[in-house]
């Protein structure tokens, strides 16, 4: 059993019809009816009673498999939402100079905007700052001058002559 059949056989359910649930899924009516019947061959029973020109109701084992097809198809949603806003533990890396006058504003937006972001700051100089985030022990770090190396991603944060960079591991 795989999501894409729970998807199809979810709303089949919903719209009670193959056409219908073709139709949203966009895709056409007899890939929608083999998914169907594979899904009940894999599970070894019926999921809908097929009334011909009337539509496709649940049997009892349908009704069952809706309960869990929501379930699933929940949980996968909630899964790849997970992903689309940071969240977790952020490790970065600054000068002290940066990370007093620069960093104060930037790190209040951040927090307001991605509150599920722990933010902790670690202050060195711009070689030893490097030197971690290529050890993978921070996840990026604000430093002072060109960095120039093939093993990090780098780009000038802030501009005007100042030349800060913002340097993480790729």
């Excluded at 020109?53 to 198809?73: E, H, N, S």
């Excluded at 002290?96 to 991605?114: Q, R």
């Amino acid at each position: 059993m795989d999501v894409r059949d729970l998807q199809f056989f979810r709303s089949v359910a919903r719209h009670e019809s193959v056409s219908k649930a073709a139709e949203e899924l966009n895709y056409v009516q007899s890939n929608v009816t083999t998914r169907i019947g594979r899904l009940e061959k894999e599970l070894k029973t019926k999921l809908f009673y097929r009334n011909g020109g009337k539509g496709m109701i649940l049997t009892p084992a349908g009704r069952i498999l809706v309960q869990y097809a929501d379930r699933i198809l929940q949980l996968i949603t909630e899964a790849k939402s997970a992903f689309l806003d940071p969240q977790g533990p952020l490790k970065i890396g600054s000068t002290e100079s940066i990370a007093a006058v620069h960093l104060p504003p930037l790190l209040k937006d951040y927090h307001l905007s991605y509150p599920d972001v722990y933010i902790s700051l670690v202050t060195s100089s711009s070689e030893e700052l490097i030197d971690k985030v290529i050890n993978y022990e921070l996840d990026g770090a604000f430093v002072v001058g060109p960095v120039n190396r093939s093993d990090l991603k780098s780009s000038v944060f802030f501009g005007g002559g100042i030349g800060i960079n913002f340097s993480c591991a790729i």
